[in-house]
C-alpha cells in the first residue's frame, strides 16, 4: 500500500489532511513500467488518473497520421492523465515512459465517487489540479507564440 508520505510529495495532493491522503492510498495503485511502455494512447477511453513517483513520462500528440509532437514531459510529483475528470472523457495525448517509471494509478470511478463523498478533498484537488494546468497553459502559450514568431512569413512582416 501507498502512504501518506508518498502521496503527499504529488502537487496535486501535497496540501491534503492525513485523513484524506489515508481514504487515497487504500485506492491507489503502484505500477512499475519499462522505458518505452505506453501508458495510455490520445483517443482512448480515459479510465484513471496517474501520478509519477519516479522516472519520466513524455505527453505526445499526433499532428499528422505520421507526426507526433511531445508537447510536455512529466517529472516525479507530477499528475497526468486529467481528462479522467470530463464525462466519458478520452485521452487527448498519448503517456509514454521514458524512463523506468514508478507510477501512481487510480481508477477514475473510485476517485470520482472518493471527491462526491468527501467534497472538501474533491475541492483541494481541484484547486491544484486548476493551478497547475494554468502553468501547463501558461507554458503551451509561450511554445505556440515562439513557434509563430519564428515562422518565415512572420520574420518577414517584422522586417517591414
Excluded at 517529472?75 to 492523465?81: H, K, N, R, V, W
Excluded at 493551478?131 to 519564428?150: C, E, G, H, P, W
Amino acid at each position: 500500500m501507498v502512504t501518506r508520505d508518498e502521496l503527499r510529495k504529488n502537487i496535486i495532493l501535497e496540501y491534503l489532511t492525513d485523513e484524506m491522503l489515508d481514504e487515497l492510498s487504500i485506492i491507489t495503485i503502484v505500477i512499475k513500467a519499462k522505458k518505452g511502455t505506453v501508458i495510455y494512447t490520445e483517443g482512448d477511453s480515459a479510465q484513471n488518473v496517474y501520478m509519477l513517483k519516479s522516472g519520466k513520462v513524455l505527453l505526445e500528440q499526433k499532428i499528422s497520421p505520421t507526426i507526433s509532437v511531445m508537447v510536455n514531459s512529466i517529472d516525479p510529483g507530477e499528475s497526468f492523465g486529467w481528462a479522467f475528470l470530463l464525462d466519458k472523457g478520452s485521452n487527448a495525448l498519448t503517456a509514454t515512459c521514458n524512463e523506468d517509471c514508478e507510477i501512481y494509478m487510480i481508477n477514475r470511478d473510485v476517485v470520482l465517487d472518493l471527491m462526491d463523498k468527501d467534497q472538501s478533498l474533491g475541492f483541494m484537488m481541484m484547486k491544484q489540479l486548476s493551478a497547475v494546468l494554468k502553468r501547463r497553459l501558461d507554458q503551451r502559450t509561450i511554445q505556440f507564440l515562439n513557434s509563430v514568431k519564428s515562422h518565415p512569413d512572420i520574420k518577414g512582416l517584422e522586417e517591414c
